[in-house]
């Protein structure tokens, strides 16, 4: 941690939590319900999940909208999201880890 002080105001800077290793995202993805898939070719991966929050959370984290929502059949109301993992920052490679 790093103090500062400025016009007698005193503050406190955190360091950076680092990003979880890859295998922890994956697994934490996949214990929410999602469907974790790696391209042929380094470094494709790909989430779908019919979840939200889930799409939310991955897209906080840096992850990109493939494609969705969109619906899984006709006459189904339920939706499903295409996220690319490529752009979240972890520890390791996202593509080894989902063999």
């Given at each position: 941690?790093?103090?500062?002080?400025?016009?007698?105001?005193?503050?406190?800077?955190?360091?950076?939590?680092?990003?979880?290793?890859?295998?922890?995202?994956?697994?934490?993805?996949?214990?929410?319900?999602?469907?974790?898939h790696?391209?042929?070719?380094?470094?494709?991966?790909?989430?779908?999940?019919?979840?939200?929050?889930?799409?939310?959370?991955?897209?906080?984290?840096?992850?990109?909208?493939?494609?969705?929502?969109?619906?899984?059949?006709r006459?189904?109301?339920?939706?499903?999201?295409?996220?690319?993992?490529?752009?979240?920052?972890?520890?390791?490679?996202?593509?080894e880890?989902?063999?």
């Amino acid at each position: 941690m790093a103090t500062a002080a400025v016009n007698g105001f005193s503050f406190t800077f955190r360091d950076p939590e680092p990003p979880p290793t890859a295998a922890e995202l994956l697994a934490d993805i996949r214990s929410r319900g999602g469907r974790v898939h790696r391209m042929m070719k380094p470094p494709g991966v790909f989430v779908l999940t019919t979840d939200s929050a889930l799409a939310a959370w991955l897209q906080d984290k840096g992850a990109r909208l493939k494609a969705g929502p969109y619906p899984l059949a006709r006459g189904d109301d339920r939706r499903e999201w295409d996220l690319t993992l490529n752009s979240v920052k972890t520890d390791g490679s996202l593509w080894e880890a989902a063999q």
